[in-house]
Nanobody, 119 residues
């Protein structure tokens, strides 16, 4: 199993940047695909970025493509989400999630970190 703790959220003006971190504890971090999801008030939780166990493959939602970058450091068992050119519509609670290599679902979740972008 893996435990996840997010940090780095906060209040930022539109056009600004934030970097979220997700520290993982537990064994075999490099056997987990990782992802960032977000949930805005009154909306469903959606995936915004994913990264494979090795970091060799990434995926971005269209809404964040070109502005957000997901990365990971397996030696530090940490995954990051660099968010640039932030927009008010990026306001949400951001969650880190992990999916074991052989699993179909993201079964491990952090507690979430609030990101608020003011206009």
């Amino acid at each position: 199993q893996v435990q996840l703790v997010e940090s780095g959220g906060g209040l930022v003006q539109a056009g600004g940047s934030l970097r979220l971190s997700c520290a993982a504890s537990g064994r075999n971090f490099d056997r987990y695909h990782m992802a960032w999801f977000r949930q805005a008030p009154g909306k469903e939780r959606v995936s915004v970025a994913r990264i494979s166990w090795s970091g060799g493959r990434t995926y971005y939602a269209d809404s964040v493509k070109g502005r957000f970058t997901i990365s990971r450091d397996n030696a530090k068992t940490t995954v990051y989400l660099q968010m640039n050119s932030l927009k008010p519509e990026d306001t949400a609670v951001y969650y880190c999630a992990a999916r074991y290599l052989e699993d179909a679902e993201y079964n491990y979740w952090g507690q979430g970190t609030q990101v608020t972008v003011s206009s």
